[in-house]
Each structure stands twice: as structure tokens, then as C-alpha cells.
């Protein structure tokens, strides 16, 4: 059961784990793996290139003739055992797209927030009266002061679709310079960002779009 804190860092209370974050994590593992597998490799640019014998310029004449010279026979300074020669079997430009059904990220999501919830990392940030901006007083709500800030947990704090242009943007503000805290909303959160951080703190706002994302994802 998640506690609620609110805009100083004090408890204010509890609230209940959503049904849907109550499933054990562990029958979803190798669908965790495969979504976060996907989420990386989809990252990648896949731009890696290098060029064969025949791509390189120059070398189109034989360096030296067959026979008669003591050495080994070169048909070109553009082979691969030259320096400056083609490379044999090197990365060409591909693409790392992974696909995966939405019925198992769905799954590997919900399975990524369960986890969270059951080993308590998850803490519920009352909004409603959020005003913070300074680094000092946002580093108090989440470690208890600034110093602690530096070795503390690593935290991810997400907000929901309707706190954009309020809650949103003063949590970026507040946390940009904090190395340790990620600020993020519900639509770009994914499942590397939920288990890569300690623990999660999640408005009320974004709590409620988690169900929702969970049902549609």
C-alpha cells in the first residue's frame, strides 16, 4: 500500500495498490525481458558502415608482377590483408527494429508497475498544492534535504496528462539539475523506465493514467 505525501515531503496517508498492480510480476519475466529488449534495440540507429575491396578507391592495378619477385602475389593494395583495404564481413547499415505484440507489452507494463508496487517503491505525490521550483526544496521532498540528495535513491517522478502545464513543468524545473531523478510523463513512460530507477513517485493524476495506460497498452 502506497503512501501519500504531499507538497513539504510529510505522509499524509495511504492509498490502496489498484487492482490491476496486484498481479505477481514473476509469470511475466521473459516478457519483461523481450519488452525491454525491444525498447533498447529500437533505439538504435543501425547506421554502423564500412566498405568491402571493391568499394574502396584505388587499387584497380597490380601492385607487382606474378612471378619472379620472392614475394607473395597481390592482385590489389585494396584486399583486406592491405591496410587501407575492404573490410571482410563488417556492419553495413540495418535496422535493430524489434517487434512485439501489444498484448504482451501490455503485460510486461503492468508486470513492471506490479513489481514496483509490491516491493513498496512506489509513493503517491499529492499535487494539489505543489509549488515547488527550487532544487533545494524539491531535493527536501524526495531525500529530506539537498545533502542527501547526492547519495540517495534513484528516483522517477511522473506526472499525468492533465499536469503539463502546471505540475509538469515545475518538477522539470525543480529536478533538472538533480542527477538522480528523472521527471517524466505517463505517455513516454515504458517499462525500462519504471524498472531502472529504485523507486517511483507518481501524482495522484498519473496514477490514474497508469490504469488506464495498462488497459489500453
Do not use: C
Request: positive net charge; charged residues 25%; aromatic residues 6%.
Amino acid at each position: 500500500m502506497p503512501s501519500v505525501i504531499d507538497h513539504t515531503g510529510k505522509v499524509v496517508g495511504d492509498e490502496a495498490t489498484p487492482e490491476l498492480f496486484t498481479a505477481d510480476p514473476s509469470t511475466k519475466a521473459n516478457s519483461i525481458f523481450r519488452t525491454v529488449y525491444r525498447e533498447f534495440a529500437n533505439r538504435r540507429a543501425g547506421t554502423a558502415s564500412t566498405k568491402k575491396r571493391d568499394e574502396v578507391a584505388g587499387g584497380g592495378r597490380k601492385p607487382w608482377r606474378q612471378k619472379g619477385t620472392g614475394r607473395a602475389r597481390q592482385g590489389s593494395i585494396r584486399s583486406p590483408q592491405w591496410r587501407h583495404g575492404g573490410v571482410v564481413f563488417g556492419p553495413l547499415p540495418r535496422s535493430y527494429v524489434s517487434g512485439l505484440n501489444k498484448k504482451e507489452r501490455r503485460g510486461a507494463f503492468i508486470a513492471a508497475l506490479s513489481d514496483r508496487f509490491a516491493k513498496g517503491a512506489v509513493t503517491i505525490l499529492d499535487a494539489s498544492d505543489f509549488t515547488v521550483t527550487k532544487t533545494r526544496d524539491f531535493a527536501a521532498l524526495l531525500y529530506g534535504s539537498p545533502k542527501a540528495a547526492k547519495l540517495g535513491p534513484t528516483t522517477l517522478v511522473v506526472y499525468g496528462p492533465n499536469e503539463h502545464e502546471s505540475v509538469g513543468e515545475r518538477l522539470r524545473r525543480a529536478g533538472a539539475n538533480l542527477p538522480r531523478v528523472g521527471i517524466t510523463h505517463t505517455g513516454a513512460l515504458d517499462v525500462k523506465d519504471v524498472l531502472g530507477y529504485a523507486r517511483l513517485l507518481v501524482t495522484r493524476d498519473a496514477l490514474a493514467a497508469l490504469k488506464a495506460l495498462g488497459e489500453q497498452k
